[in-house]
């Protein structure tokens, strides 16, 4: 009883341990945010004298409003609905059916992983802009949903392995459709993954840089929250307690959205559908 | 089945009307002003350029146009940031028109007139106030691709306060005295040099100001292409002398020291002197807002008055040939050229553009000043990255970091160069 | 005829699921993709408006390509490393945060949360927090904890910059190779886990033996993902160190981008790209070979 105790407590103490690690570095860029600038060249490590919003304020009035962030939450949005429609049908029916076809659609999709994004870059963009379908939400959302489409229906595909199938069986034989069944029986069995899936691919798109640099930058109505942020971090700037409030600004949606979902994200196949 | 195709057409109805909305064009808060008698015909132009420390500043430039011709507007925007070069490519190959856009003279200039991406100024009115040094740089087979716009000069920078403090009278001009000023500064507890070794760029700069002065840069790269020259020579051999009384003579983790890092050094008074270009005064002024510098040439020998400064044209802005706003174009570049908007690149930018009437920013002390004496003199080499083959000079940069850790000795170093050039040629 | 028809039926409905996807998928990636395999077959260089095909020229040209092939085996360094470590500590964190140990569930989460709140952060600002971490923080820290001796120059030789691009990279992406983890964890069937505890495995051994082989599939998971970031792995580096020093962090994706953009030989840097993806395929190939062979299938 007692020896369970402590290795309770022994556990526990560890997990805090590396999560203050992982929190360190986090913890000094937030710190030397609320710097002046002399401040910060005197200490890196110290807290500042007092809170100094300052930073706060120009990397706020860089962003000129709140546009980027709907701009953001737009694209976002759109792609993922598009993401996660297409690629869990994909993924259900690739997984389902055995045989030739389905399995080398199914590498077709996941080759694409291994590309990098530089070796397809140039022509993606000229054929966007020769469809005239570059500096409008529409060009974008329709690139994210085909370039996302191979890790969606990779992370997905294992999954529906290990949902069993005597539950589609006994929607079939009621008469239900194809799509009946994908939709109110199996893709709600799918939560944990599709959940897994919506935060990966959010954090990826929101924090997406060059190719909204390259689609939609030159209409700045349009801009995400990286594209109007950038001039304030690079190689020639040396305010960095600047930079790192606008990097707590760009990071902070992302953090909270994550938190807001973690509870969908590893809920495990609970009871009800394991056993039939 | 129709639930779901109800669904998606749903979606994509609505990205449609949001995408409408989002083509609406951004209605600025200029050119919407006085009536005037003829209304004319609203213009917009875009310009392209790289430079981060000057983003605001140009703006505020380019709003003076806006107000002496209040139906043009000047949309300045600084595409890619880091990754300036690939997304100018990439738009443009897409088919993303620029009106203005800036690029590196000599090589960079030539690569995209030989592309004919860029429109030939040779006759342009404007250019006639651009000096000769500068025509040179943009003369792609006898024609003139471009306006040349910055003069940037590289040397040593050093702080002339902390000289003083040391009780240092004379700069530096040859290399013995250049060890003498790094004793005397180290013994008064000042660091003698900032250096910035993490940032392979700015081994290229201290590199190249010393390989252009010992050598003839367009001779030297004709030979080295056929085969027929190396890096190893007596001159930079002795030259290579001054990398090291820096790198014994510099702030502590010199490989972890980045140009922020050393800009800020030097902008405290902890450093007293840096090699680098002009382009770094106003970042060292961001940190010191009084900075009083003064800018000599790198020596590269024991003999008094032959060291000379570097000096170059390192931003040269250019009309897309393609553009629907050519005439407006040309009459934005040619108000850059007047003595007045000079003045203002200068005080704003801190630009010294190439121009016969225009007078150096005044910024950073002494050091505009110091450099358009030796222009004047002609006595200036060009930076060796504007003739090096492209791409030769990232890979320059690391092997110097590799010089510069030890890694390796003179030998070869010269013989990397050597075989790295060979590799950009093939 | 019943048994046709179902087939039709069947065959129909595969298309009607899988084409939209497919689709897009085509359109946006495969086509630009041929677009980039053309290109590799020219000597373009960016910017010029014609194209000059020259064959397999290119792809020839790697063979001599020192620098290529140097970056091809310091990527493989990097790779190897980072496949290695991450999934090792990941596992170990999740089958610490998903042990029964730890009685609060609530705590459970927000420790989980924690770890992987760093992927939730861009890579660029993610290599910049780590670069200014490394150059300034690090050393004030040591030096005011009296721990002088420990401070070291993390960029000034290629170990240390090595260790400070993995770091960066562990440290971002820890958190997802964990949750991919927990959640093959989550979804051994308990009963079996007691089954062996009464059949006598206990401890390390029912951990090696029983707890490891049901969780394949996440272990293929995450070696396939983990084998392809490290070989892609381009913004950190990008940021942090640009390849330095000397070339001791000049990964493939790199010399890509540079060849491409920076020395005007975007064919020639294209080819090179076609090339790093086809190795990645045939490692990603027997690795998934490998383990498939090893999968239990529920």
């Known amino acids: ?276 | 089945m129709k639930r779901v195709v109800a669904f998606v057409l749903m979606t994509m109805m609505l990205l449609v009307f949001t995408a409408c909305g989002g083509n609406a064009p951004q209605q600025g808060a200029e050119s919407n002003q006085a009536e005037t008698g003829t209304p004319e015909k609203k213009v917009t132009l875009k310009l392209w350029q790289w430079r981060q420390e000057i983003v605001e500043s140009l703006e505020e430039v380019l709003n003076e146009y806006t107000k002496q011709n209040p139906n043009v507007t000047v949309i300045s925007e600084r595409p890619g940031g880091e990754e300036y070069e690939l997304t100018v490519k990439a738009m443009i190959a897409s088919g993303e028109n620029p009106d203005v856009f800036a690029v590196r003279a000599w090589s960079q200039t030539k690569e995209y007139a030989d592309a004919g991406q860029v429109l030939e100024f040779t006759n342009e009115p404007f250019m006639s106030v651009v000096s000769d040094f500068a025509k040179e740089t943009v003369n792609i087979d006898g024609k003139l691709y471009g306006l040349p716009m910055q003069v940037d000069g590289g040397g040593i920078i050093y702080n002339k306060k902390v000289f003083e403090e040391a009780g240092i009278t004379k700069p530096p001009e040859t290399i013995s005295e250049l060890e003498q000023v790094c004793e005397q500064l180290k013994s008064k507890g000042f660091i003698p040099f900032a250096v910035a070794h993490k940032d392979w760029w700015t081994l290229r700069e201290l590199f190249s100001y010393l390989h252009t002065q010992t050598t003839d840069l367009i001779e030297f790269s004709k030979a080295m292409n056929v085969g027929n020259e190396s890096f190893k020579n007596p001159k930079i051999d002795e030259a290579m002398r001054v990398v090291d009384i820096i790198n014994e003579n510099c702030n502590e983790k010199p490989m972890d020291s980045d140009y922020n890092n050393a800009c800020a050094l030097i902008a405290q008074g902890k450093a007293a002197m840096m090699v680098q270009g002009l382009w770094s005064i106003p970042v060292i002024e961001r940190v010191n807002p009084d900075f009083d510098g003064g800018f000599i040439p790198v020596p590269v020998s024991d003999t008094a008055g032959e060291a000379r400064l570097s000096a170059d044209i390192t931003v040269v802005f250019h009309i897309y040939p393609e553009s629907e706003n050519i005439e407006e174009s040309k009459k934005l570049l040619e108000w850059f050229t007047q003595k007045e908007t000079a003045k203002l690149f200068a005080e704003k930018c801190g630009f010294l553009p190439p121009f016969e009437n225009a007078t150096p920013p005044k910024g950073g002390g002494s050091v505009w000043n110091d450099m358009v004496v030796h222009v004047e003199k002609g006595n200036v080499v060009p930076f060796g990255y504007s003739i090096w083959p492209t791409g030769f000079d990232a890979q320059l940069g690391q092997i110097m970091q590799g010089y510069c850790t030890g890694e390796y000795d003179k030998d070869q170093l010269y013989k990397q160069l050597d075989d790295t050039w060979k590799s950009f040629i093939k | 005829m019943h048994i046709n028809s179902k087939k039709i039926r069947d065959t129909i409905s595969f298309y009607q699921f899988v084409l939209p996807a497919l689709l897009v998928y085509a359109m946006f990636f495969l086509i630009p993709l041929a677009g980039g395999f053309i290109l590799s077959l020219t000597d373009w260089n960016g910017i010029s408006k014609e194209l000059n095909f020259i064959g397999l020229k290119n792809y020839l040209n790697i063979l001599d390509d020192t620098r290529f092939l140097n970056s091809l085996k310091t990527t493989l360094k990097l790779t190897v490393s980072f496949v290695v470590i991450v999934n090792v500590l990941s596992l170990l964190v999740a089958f610490l945060l998903d042990s029964e140990l730890i009685k609060s569930k609530k705590r459970k989460h927000f420790y989980r949360g924690v770890i992987f709140v760093p992927h939730s952060i861009s890579l660029i600002i993610v290599a910049f927090i780590w670069q200014f971490t490394f150059t300034k923080v690090y050393s004030n820290l040591v030096n005011e904890l009296g721990l002088g001796f420990l401070d070291i120059s993390w960029f000034g030789n290629s170990t240390g910059a090595i260790a400070a691009v993995l770091i960066a990279m562990i440290w971002q992406s820890l958190g997802y190779y964990m949750v991919v983890y927990v959640a093959g964890l989550q979804t051994i069937d308990p009963n079996l886990l007691e089954a062996a505890e009464i059949d006598g495995a206990k401890g390390l051994k029912k951990t090696i033996y029983i707890t490891l082989p049901l969780i394949t599939s996440s272990i293929i998971v995450n070696l396939f993902i983990s084998i392809i970031t490290g070989f892609k792995s381009f913004d950190i580096v990008f940021q942090m160190t640009s390849g330095g020093p000397n070339n001791a962090t000049n990964v493939v994706a790199l010399d890509i981008y540079q060849e491409a953009f920076l020395t005007q030989r975007y064919g020639y840097g294209s080819a090179k790209a076609i090339i790093l993806c086809i190795l990645v395929i045939v490692l990603t190939y027997f690795q998934l070979k490998f383990f498939k062979s090893r999968e239990v299938e529920m």
Request: hydrophobic share 55%.
């Open chain 1, 1 to 276: 009883m007692v020896k369970n105790r402590l290795s309770s407590l022994l556990v526990e103490a560890v997990a805090v341990l590396i999560c203050l690690l992982f929190v360190i570095p986090f913890v000094f860029a937030v710190i030397n945010s609320f710097k002046t600038y002399p401040e910060m060249m005197e200490s890196f490590i110290r807290l500042p004298n007092r809170l100094n919003f300052e930073n706060y304020v120009k990397a706020w009035t860089v962003m000129k409003g709140l546009r980027p962030f709907i701009n953001s939450i737009i694209i976002t949005v759109f792609s993922i609905i598009g993401i996660v429609l297409f690629s869990s049908m994909a993924a259900y029916k690739l997984s389902r059916t055995k045989d030739r076809k389905s399995w080398v659609i199914y590498l077709i999709f996941v080759f694409a992983l291994v590309v990098p994004f530089h070796c397809y870059m140039i022509p993606l963009v000229k054929l966007t802009a020769s469809l005239k379908l570059t500096k409008s939400y529409i060009g974008i959302v329709l690139i994210y949903w085909g370039i996302c489409m191979p890790y969606a229906i990779f992370l997905q595909h294992g999954f529906v392995k290990s949902i069993p199938y005597d539950i589609e069986e006994s929607a079939v034989i009621d008469g239900c459709t194809p799509f009946k069944t994908f939709f109110f029986i199996v893709f709600p069995l799918m939560k944990p993954i599709v959940s897994t899936l919506i935060v990966i691919d959010v954090i990826m798109i929101w924090n997406d840089f060059l190719l909204p640099m390259l689609i939609i930058f030159m209409d700045r109505s349009l801009r995400t929250v990286p594209l109007v942020q950038y001039n304030l971090y690079g190689e020639y700037n040396n305010e960095w307690n600047t930079a790192l409030a606008a990097m707590v600004l760009a990071v902070v949606p992302c953090v909270i959205f994550f938190i807001f979902m973690q509870k969908y994200i590893v809920r495990g196949i609970t009871s009800g559908s394991v056993k039939g």
